[in-house]
T-cell receptor, first 115, second 112 residues
Framework: GAVVSQHPSRVICKSGTSVKIECRSL??????MFWYRQFPKQSLMLMAT?????????EQGVEKDKFLINHASLTLSTLTVTSAHPEDSSFYIC???????????FGPGTRLTVL | GESVGLHLPTLSVQEGDNSIINCAYS??????FIWYKQESGKGPQFIID?????DKRQGQRVTVLLNKTVKHLSLQIAATQPGDSAVYFC???????????FGKGTMLLVSP
């Protein structure tokens, strides 16, 4: 149980284009999903908290107009990196938790490379 | 600001040894702690968690110890195997919040 998937696992795009990453909870309903960013050999940095049916809460320093988050259902959240630039290249990971529970279960991550 | 940190960035052990990975935290309001294992190129995998009203919790080959007096958390892995090689992160949750704050991570290298 508590399986989270992400799609795509890898994406390469040109500078200036937008990329959408999907995060799905496969066997449970996730009232809250989280989006993280991780640089090589570093820890996970929380970007935003996404609650189903409401606007995401972004961490300080994260541009909400650049990283669009949508949580339209209890099993799906999407992160869209708009007008991507090389500095946006990173490993993006989502997590999900069941309402009322503290444990977060993570997806396998998406490697984004912007050329 | 308050943060979660680790003492050892890299831990090298022999197969069969017991491993201990340490984590210091500074937020006395944290009420939930969790350990994750992350293999290269993959997402973090849940290992074990503990609430602040406990000081020890055991799983399969793993034990988490919590010392609230000195704000210290440890993960013990018994009979370490090569498949245990990964980066291990501790994370804490502040009471009243849903977000986790992650430590810097410890690389565990297990030699056969």
């Amino acid at each position: 149980g508590a399986v989270v998937s992400q799609h795509p696992s890898r994406v390469i795009c040109k500078s200036g284009t937008s990329v959408k990453i999907e995060c799905r909870s496969l066997d449970f309903q996730a009232t809250t999903m989280f989006w993280y960013r991780q640089f090589p050999k570093q820890s996970l940095m929380l970007m935003a908290t996404s609650n189903e049916g409401s606007k995401a809460t972004y961490e300080q320093g994260v541009e909400k107009d650049k990283f669009l988050i949508n949580h339209a259902s209890l099993t799906l959240s999407t992160l869209t990196v708009t007008s991507a630039h090389p500095e946006d290249s990173s490993f993006y990971i989502c997590s999900a938790r069941v309402g009322g529970k503290d444990t977060q279960y993570f997806g396998p991550g998406t490697r984004l490379t912007v050329l | 600001g308050e943060s979660v940190g680790l003492h050892l960035p890299t831990l090298s052990v022999q197969e069969g040894d017991n491993s201990i990975i340490n984590c210091a935290y500074s937020n006395s309001a944290s009420d939930y702690f969790i350990w994750y294992k992350q293999e290269s190129g993959k997402g973090p995998q849940f290992i074990i968690d503990i609430r602040s009203n406990m000081d020890k919790r055991q799983g399969q080959r793993v034990t988490v110890l919590l010392n609230k007096t000195v704000k210290h958390l440890s993960l013990q892995i018994a009979a370490t195997q090569p498949g245990d090689s990964a980066v291990y992160f501790c994370a804490e949750k502040n009471s009243g919040y849903s977000t986790l704050t992650f430590g810097k991570g410890t690389m565990l290298l297990v030699s056969p």
